[in-house]
């Protein structure tokens, strides 16, 4: 199985996303903060520098609702060689994406959708699409199937779907608790879309709904708090052992050096989320937050001061 880290503002930054790639190599496809095409178009390199490195692994994710500027974001992006999947954000309900008639606020309009569509199926790189299952608090069978339908004939071969409605006007935490996840209704989609790889993501977060998916022949998911919380989370149960921790953070921490923005507190930020449900992980934090070099930082791993469980 393949588990896709979702796209997380404040989390899944430029050094989370390479603290996944060294623990679990090709186990893990991570996808990068959601980023505005206008960002892309306006301060390219800024905006790149900020999210990728030349060696990059991760999808980068981009909100727009202008087809000109999608088209002008997705020709810079064509000509960057270390990005090789874009995927279209059509699910965030934040307020103010939503201001901007963005994420799941464009999926109002649905031509307007289909003409940005039209122009992502232009780009030579690979192209998915993370939406919701619905819009509003009422189970909508026809939102989703429109939709994927619309997806297939723009030729997008690969959907990420949060398995619970999104809802405007209402906040992003209450976004995430008060609509029901709705596993059923994404079968069923499963079954009548077959020509779609259709990604599971919501409340993805023990081995029962792990296995679950993978009766259905699901071979990939997508993870997103749990993962955020506790990157050791595959490892922690079972699911992907990790033979030695400490190699793993010693090489992505000689490899985040040669980056040229290194910042030290979101180095320990990552770092934080390998001690979740570790005995003694108050202690280990203590030390790893009191490092005042990266050099000190990498003598912790180095002299394999923390006993992994
Ligand atoms: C703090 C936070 C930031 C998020 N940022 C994004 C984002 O930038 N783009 C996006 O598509 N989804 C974003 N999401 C939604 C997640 O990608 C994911 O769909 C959601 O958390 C449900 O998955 P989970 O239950 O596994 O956490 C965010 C979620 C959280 C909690």
Redesign the pocket.
Known sequence: MIFHV??????TDYYFRNLMHFLYEDKVKTYS??IVDKAIIFNTEKTLTKHFCTLNKSVI?IAGSNPNEISQCLNIINNIPYISEINF?L??PSSRVQENKLGLALTQYPEQVNNCLKEFSKSKKIVSV?CRLGLGLDEDQDYIYNFLNMFKSNNIGKVII?CRNGVLNLN?KKN?TIPNINYKLFLKCLKDFPDIQLIP?????NLDIINNFNKHNITDV?????FSDESLFLHNNGISKINDIDSKVINYLSFILQYPIVKKNLIQKSLLTLLTNLKDSKKYKKKILNTKTIDEILSIFQKREIIWS
């Open positions: 979702a796209p997380m503002m404040g989390y903060e959601m994710q954000n699910g965030c993370k949060h992003t995430r993501n919501g409340e993805i977060n997508m993870i997103g708090r749990k």
